[in-house]
């Protein structure tokens, strides 16, 4: 063993040891142990920071951007009305959402498919009013297991099939991989929903602060165009469950009605009066088609086309507005910003919102002109809230971003298109559409797993470059000597399946592959089942937050550590072993 070998094996030791004890965030340790690297001469100052700008790292802070652009353009909530209930139990949840994910990851890369499912799962559980952790893990573990059941579905059958071709003459096809992948994935999307969730720390399990927001009374306005006009107001109850909120009444030429408003047919220009948290009127909003405010404000709102958001004030008894109604003020003509909602704890508002006298200690729920929420607050002589990350959903291009996101994925999927550049070409049409507005495109990426990823490929990159990896191959094709042929395919796995935990699979498979090839020949058996072993294994990284995109995607938004991921990964990776050696030896006999 070389003295770089030392010293990295020695890293990777201390690394490990650091992020399972969970003193110092991962971000930091992994940095360190970079600069330290560096310093100590294993890691080549040119390749220092290769990381950041290694496929890996671009696509998910791509990914992460392109989430919120289907979150901001309400895909999220199409999906979540379609498919999702709120009032499942947390079991069937999970379930559902795995079966969905892992469908989706066989024939899309399972980092877009995370991607697309990733944001609705949290919607849900922030309805449901349980932390999102209890569930984005068996997320992420479901669609990197549908990814195993084709050839595009994950990135290491890809080159496995590329390898074949250079060693035996011919690509694995298509479908190749779906006798074993697919058993696979269904033997762990059964684990997952059954028993793995219930593996998860209590400590993630915490109600995040979201499902606890203030709740206002707000107003939404029916459009001329609604395709909702002459339906009584009663017919919209089911939508209204569905998002958690409460319709109180109507109002209709100024006037307010309520008991008898549930059989009033609805007409344009009717004011919908709700009580709701912000997230939950922007649902209910967005799956009516409705209107912030009457035809002539919202108009004038959006004019200048850079897109609104939303705000909430606290009302000190100095403020402007105080003692006064948003319409005395000129709070719409004078600052083109609507009043949304009023939140007045234990009062019953009964007058129209923009009628109403504002009272001292009345958060108001604003929605401004994009990048003036500041010197609104400061007109109205208001205190702001914390920002919570209210958006308003563009629900007009809803269609526009899912088929954005479409064409990306397929493009990629067939070979057009790098993934990152796909995904890229995916950011930059959302900023130039206003999906997502460009002073929030960097607000989106989680800098922290940036830096995780940025830090651990370079000291990857140096494990492989200075023989590490190949000592540990050569070591296996020691060990293994006068096994069984079953036998050494299930130690190649194993050992595959750990290395893919700690580098990532592409690396792990370009390695492993030709090691698996080399053993096979050592046994005089076909190298067909021993690649499609690497394929299962290298796909298979559940310990860690470092080993899959997947994994690392969820680690910050989940509330997890790093520790957290081998409780439930550590019985999938078994139960992975123990069904994919059966099949291999079935389907690819030696």
Same mark, same amino acid.
Request: overall charge negative; glycine content about 10%; some cysteine.
């Given at each position: 063993?070389?003295?770089?070998?030392? /010293?990295?094996?020695?890293?990777?030791?201390?690394?490990?040891?650091?992020?399972?004890?969970?003193?110092?965030?991962?971000?930091?340790? =992994?940095?360190?142990?970079?600069?330290?690297?560096?310093?100590?001469?294993?890691?080549?100052?040119?390749?220092?920071?290769?990381?950041?700008?290694?496929?890996?790292?671009?696509?998910?802070?791509?990914?992460?951007?392109?989430?919120?652009?289907?979150?901001?353009?309400?895909?999220?909530?199409?999906?979540?009305?379609?498919?999702?209930?709120?009032?499942?139990?947390?079991?069937?949840?999970?379930?559902?959402?795995?079966?969905?994910?892992?469908?989706?990851?066989?024939?899309?890369?399972?980092?877009?498919?995370?991607?697309?499912?990733?944001?609705?799962?949290?919607?849900?559980?922030?309805? =449901?009013?349980?932390?999102?952790?209890?569930?984005?893990?068996?997320?992420?573990?479901?669609?990197?297991?549908?990814?195993?059941?084709?050839?595009?579905?994950?990135?290491?059958?890809?080159? /496995?099939?590329?390898?074949?071709?250079?060693?035996?003459?011919?690509?694995?096809?298509?479908?190749?991989?779906?006798?074993?992948?697919?058993?696979?994935?269904?033997?762990?999307?059964?684990?997952?929903?059954?028993?793995?969730?219930?593996?998860?720390?209590?400590?993630?399990?915490?109600?995040?602060?979201?499902?606890?927001?203030?709740?206002?009374?707000?107003?939404?306005?029916?459009?001329?165009?609604?395709?909702?006009?002459?339906?009584?107001?009663?017919?919209?109850?089911?939508?209204?469950?569905?998002?958690?909120?409460?319709?109180?009444?109507? /109002?209709?030429?100024?006037?307010?009605?309520?008991?008898?408003?549930?059989?009033?047919?609805?007409?344009?220009?009717?004011?919908?009066?709700?009580?709701?948290?912000?997230?939950?009127?922007?649902?209910?909003?967005?799956?009516?088609?409705?209107?912030?405010?009457?035809?002539?404000?919202?108009?004038?709102?959006?004019?200048?086309?850079?897109?609104?958001?939303?705000?909430?004030?606290?009302?000190?008894?100095?403020?402007?507005?105080?003692?006064?109604?948003?319409?005395?003020?000129?709070?719409?003509?004078?600052?083109?910003?609507?009043?949304?909602?009023?939140?007045?704890?234990?009062?019953?508002?009964?007058?129209?919102?923009?009628?109403?006298?504002?009272?001292?200690?009345?958060?108001?729920?604003?929605?401004?002109?994009?990048?003036?929420?500041?010197?609104?607050?400061?007109?109205?002589?208001?205190?702001?809230?914390?920002?919570?990350?209210?958006?308003?959903?563009?629900?007009?291009?809803?269609?526009?971003?899912?088929?954005?996101?479409?064409? =990306?994925?397929?493009?990629?999927?067939?070979?057009?298109?790098?993934?990152?550049?796909?995904?890229?070409?995916?950011?930059?049409?959302?900023?130039?559409?206003?999906?997502?507005?460009?002073?929030?495109?960097?607000?989106?990426?989680?800098?922290?797993?940036?830096?995780?990823?940025?830090?651990?490929?370079?000291?990857?990159?140096?494990?492989?470059?200075?023989?590490?990896?190949?000592?540990?191959?050569?070591?296996?094709?020691?060990?293994?000597?006068?096994?069984?042929?079953?036998?050494?395919?299930?130690?190649?796995?194993?050992?595959?399946?750990?290395?893919?935990?700690?580098?990532?699979?592409?690396?792990?498979?370009?390695?492993?592959?030709?090691?698996?090839?080399?053993?096979?020949?050592?046994?005089?058996?076909?190298?067909?089942?021993?690649?499609?072993?690497?394929?299962?294994?290298?796909?298979?990284?559940?310990?860690?937050?470092?080993?899959?995109?997947?994994?690392?995607?969820?680690?910050?938004?989940?509330?997890?550590?790093?520790?957290?991921?081998?409780?439930?990964?550590?019985?999938?990776?078994?139960?992975?072993?123990?069904?994919? /050696?059966?099949?291999?030896?079935?389907?690819?006999?030696?």
């Amino acid at each position: 063993m070389t003295t770089d070998q030392i /010293i990295l094996f020695t890293l990777f030791g201390a690394v490990f040891a650091l992020l399972l004890w969970g003193r110092f965030r991962y971000d930091i340790v =992994a940095f360190t142990a970079l600069m330290v690297g560096v310093v100590l001469g294993v890691v080549p100052t040119g390749d220092a920071f290769s990381g950041f700008g290694h496929p890996a790292t671009l696509v998910v802070a791509l990914v992460l951007v392109v989430s919120a652009g289907l979150v901001r353009s309400g895909a999220v909530f199409l999906i979540t009305r379609t498919l999702v209930d709120a009032t499942r139990s947390l079991g069937t949840h999970i379930a559902l959402m795995g079966a969905i994910g892992g469908v989706l990851s066989a024939f899309m890369n399972n980092v877009a498919a995370l991607a697309l499912l990733m944001p609705v799962d949290i919607q849900t559980a922030r309805k =449901a009013g349980r932390a999102p952790g209890l569930s984005l893990m068996p997320l992420s573990f479901a669609t990197i297991l549908g990814g195993m059941a084709t050839l595009i579905g994950t990135p290491p059958n890809i080159i /496995i099939a590329s390898i074949r071709e250079e060693a035996l003459g011919a690509p694995f096809a298509m479908f190749d991989f779906a006798p074993v992948g697919g058993a696979a994935a269904i033997a762990g999307l059964i684990f997952v929903a059954l028993i793995g969730w219930r593996l998860i720390p209590q400590d993630t399990t915490q109600t995040t602060p979201e499902a606890d927001l203030s709740q206002y009374i707000a107003e939404l306005t029916v459009p001329e165009d609604s395709k909702h006009l002459g339906r009584r107001l009663a017919e919209l109850d089911n939508a209204a469950d569905k998002a958690d909120v409460a319709i109180l009444g109507l /109002i209709r030429d100024g006037k307010r009605r309520y008991g008898q408003a549930r059989n009033a047919l609805l007409q344009a220009g009717d004011a919908l009066v709700l009580e709701a948290t912000p997230d939950a009127l922007d649902e209910f909003r967005t799956s009516l088609d409705l209107a912030v405010a009457d035809a002539k404000r919202e108009e004038a709102l959006r004019a200048d086309g850079e897109g609104v958001e939303i705000i909430e004030v606290v009302v000190p008894e100095a403020a402007r507005i105080h003692g006064k109604t948003a319409q005395s003020i000129g709070l719409a003509w004078r600052q083109r910003t609507v009043l949304l909602g009023i939140s007045r704890q234990g009062t019953r508002i009964t007058k129209h919102l923009r009628k109403t006298v504002v009272k001292t200690g009345d958060i108001l729920l604003l929605l401004v002109p994009r990048d003036t929420g500041p010197d609104v607050t400061d007109w109205l002589g208001c205190l702001p809230l914390a920002d919570r990350g209210l958006a308003v959903t563009e629900n007009r291009k809803v269609w526009l971003a899912i088929g954005l996101f479409a064409a =990306a994925v397929a493009a990629a999927s067939v070979g057009l298109l790098y993934l990152p550049i796909a995904l890229g070409l995916v950011v930059v049409a959302y900023v130039l559409t206003r999906i997502v507005p460009l002073s929030e495109l960097y607000d989106h990426i989680n800098w922290p797993v940036v830096v995780l990823l940025g830090s651990m490929i370079p000291l990857g990159a140096a494990l492989e470059s200075s023989g590490g990896t190949e000592l540990i191959a050569g070591a296996l094709v020691s060990w293994t000597g006068g096994l069984p042929a079953w036998a050494v395919l299930t130690v190649l796995m194993i050992v595959t399946m750990t290395l893919s935990d700690v580098l990532n699979n592409t690396a792990t498979t370009i390695v492993a592959a030709p090691v698996g090839i080399q053993m096979a020949q050592s046994l005089n058996v076909s190298p067909d089942p021993f690649l499609m072993a690497v394929a299962v294994a290298a796909s298979s990284a559940f310990l860690t937050p470092i080993g899959h995109k997947n994994n690392t995607l969820i680690l910050s938004a989940g509330g997890y550590s790093f520790g957290d991921y081998w409780r439930m990964g550590l019985p999938l990776e078994v139960l992975i072993v123990a069904v994919s /050696i059966p099949m291999i030896l079935i389907v690819w006999p030696l």
